[in-house]
């Protein structure tokens, strides 16, 4: 099968590396040519190091890699999917399957990457998620790893099932897009107010509980806006959430640390040296829980951190002090 990754940052070189392993003909496209070239001698990628790209892997900085692509993987950062979905655009037929791997929501329209895809083909191909606890250093190095490909087409989910599927990245099919994206958007925000927690210096029982009620409303917003319960228990969800609030290899969990070590939310960024998609999602997901009215303490108090400048550790006991509520019943005790 032809397969082109677009993004060549680490994950879109971990995933053509999986379609390597799986035999398939595969061109990893990076948006800069010389970084393209560059990799292409070097046969190795600095944002995944250590890892060796196979000769049969293309790389290129061409767009020309696209014709005749039955398989398409956007893998760019979630501030450039839409201009990589209109560069797409022109070289994709009704039969490709797009796969979307970027985890974020689109801040002026509040839509989701695949939403975003959708829009930028001007709706030409089927769109599918891959989401799940996967850090590319890992995958890169074949360590048994789960995703979860969502589509409402159950054929298409297949489709990037069959061709990811192997002895060490396991690939579990799923109808719920919504709830897939909205999970891997949200977990970074998480991520972000777990590191705040270590950076503060507080402990395993504050992490655990801060996970844990994050997802009692990340799961709110997502079965408000179509997504399904189950999903964020699932891989995508729980499993997802964490992976990237314990782990250094988490750029938005490694921010946190660093703004409650005390840093601003600019030092901090400029720090991780790279893009951190979870100060982005936090604006985006304040906004659609103010606009479908939807309870998100954590959430609400991380925006307030990043964009107002509240102390992080004023906002611990902002959140401890909460009105009583039920676990289950999610109301306050009368
Ligand atoms: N790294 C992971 O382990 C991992 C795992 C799952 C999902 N993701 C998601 O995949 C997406 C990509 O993450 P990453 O870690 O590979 O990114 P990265 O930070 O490693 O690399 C980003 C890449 O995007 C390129 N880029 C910059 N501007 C661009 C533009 N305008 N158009 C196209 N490409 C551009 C950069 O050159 C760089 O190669 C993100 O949305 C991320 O959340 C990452």
């Known amino acids: 099968m032809k397969t082109t990754v677009l993004g060549s940052g680490g994950w879109g070189t971990a995933l053509a590396l999986v379609l390597c392993d799986n035999g398939h003909n595969v061109t990893l496209w990076s948006h800069s040519p010389e970084k393209a070239d560059q990799m292409a001698q070097t046969r190795e990628n600095p944002l995944l190091k250590g890892v060796p790209l196979p000769k049969t892997l293309h790389i290129t900085g061409s767009l020309d890699c696209l014709a005749g692509a039955d398989m398409v993987v956007s893998a760019a950062p979630s501030f450039a999917?839409?201009?990589?979905?209109?560069?797409?655009?022109?070289?994709?037929?009704?039969?490709?399957?797009?796969?979307?791997?970027?985890?974020?929501?689109?801040?002026?329209?509040?839509?989701?990457?695949?939403?975003?895809?959708?829009?930028?083909?001007?709706?030409?191909?089927?769109?599918?998620?891959?989401?799940?606890?996967?850090h590319a250093e890992e995958v890169g190095r074949k360590l048994p790893t789960g995703c979860v490909s969502a589509c409402p087409d159950r054929a298409a989910a297949r489709f990037v099932q069959d061709a990811f599927m192997n002895d060490y990245f396991r690939v579990y099919t799923s109808y719920d897009i919504i709830g897939v994206e909205l999970a891997a958007a949200l977990k970074n925000v998480v991520a972000l107010s777990c590191g705040i927690c270590t950076g503060l210096g507080l402990q395993d029982n504050t992490k655990a509980l801060l996970m844990t009620r994050a997802m009692a409303e990340i799961t709110r917003l997502g079965e408000q806006l179509g997504g399904t319960r189950r999903t964020f228990g699932g891989l995508a969800g729980m499993g997802d959430l964490i992976v990237t609030c314990t782990?250094?290899?988490?750029?938005?969990?490694?921010?946190?640390?660093?703004?409650?070590?005390?840093?601003?939310?600019q030092e901090a960024m400029e720090e991780v040296g790279a893009v951190v998609e979870g100060y982005y999602a936090a604006e985006s997901v304040y906004q659609l829980a103010e606009k479908e009215q939807v309870e998100m303490p954590i959430c609400r108090c991380a925006y307030e951190v990043l964009y107002h400048g509240k102390q992080a550790r004023d906002v611990v006991s902002e959140l401890m002090g909460r009105a009583k509520k039920d676990e289950l019943l999610e109301r306050t005790w009368m």
Do not use: D, F, W
Request: net charge positive; proline share 4%; aromatic share 2%.
């Open 247 to 265: 782990s250094l290899h988490s750029r938005n969990y490694r921010a946190g640390i660093l703004i409650g070590q005390g840093r601003t939310v």
């Open 81 to 134: 999917v839409r201009t990589t979905g209109e560069k797409a655009r022109p070289y994709l037929r009704p039969e490709t399957v797009l796969v979307t791997v970027s985890k974020g929501i689109e801040r002026e329209t509040g839509l989701r990457m695949s939403q975003i895809l959708q829009e930028a083909t001007g709706n030409i191909c089927r769109v599918a998620a891959l989401s799940g606890p996967s």
